[in-house]
């Protein structure tokens, strides 16, 4: 399979202050045009399935792409930004916030397929911060979803991701010997390139890395890359 990871378009938390970040936010008016230069040129890339975390700064970046490409979109539910959907900055004032329902998430993807583990009261639910060990463990769950789905066919998966949890994935997939800090920041639209050769002899298949962050699908003025 040919795997590419996609940071969602600059968000409105990007542009603030840890202390002013809201749990959800919108992406900018400069995120706007990265998802229209990004799904310009995802428009001549053939590609089987979008895959986008169901935080509204992916699924407003994915909306362009759906639009264009016209290729079954799915929100997955467990690919969303490390910490899940919360308020605040530290130990002390962390609190969940509920996240998009079904219905938010149809309202801005109309043909989305959404999981049926996301109902009207929000993909998140107020549930507590996520802990790292536990973002540590979804990583290792989506490579096994990834290949257990898609791993043995000649697909091409886009997915609208976050930064943080890019890296931790990207990990799980090549192995902790691979020192992601060296390869510098993540752009927000930055696609990286992942193919996975599976090996039913000796069990579990290797995955590649093909190219990372790659931008030149964006203006010049476009290349962003702050936390968030």
Known sequence: MHL????HAESENNARAEHERVEDPAITPR???QAEQLAAWLANFEFDL???SPFRRALQTAQPIATQSRRAVQVWCDIYERGGCYRGWNDENYAGAAGLGREGILELIPEAIVEDSITSA???GAMPRES????IARAAAVR???EQQFGDRPHRVAAIIHAEFQRLL???????SVDLGHL???CNAGVTHLTYHADAEHGRGQWRLEWFNAVTHLSSDLITSAKG
């Open 4 to 7: 590419y990871l996609i940071r």
């Open 31 to 33: 995120g706007v045009r």
């Open 50 to 52: 979008l895959l986008t």
């Open 122 to 124: 929000g993909w998140w």
């Open 132 to 135: 790292d060990e536990q973002t």
């Open 144 to 146: 096994r979803k990834l």
């Open 170 to 176: 990207m990990i799980e997939l090549l192995g902790t």
């Open 184 to 186: 510098g920041p993540i």
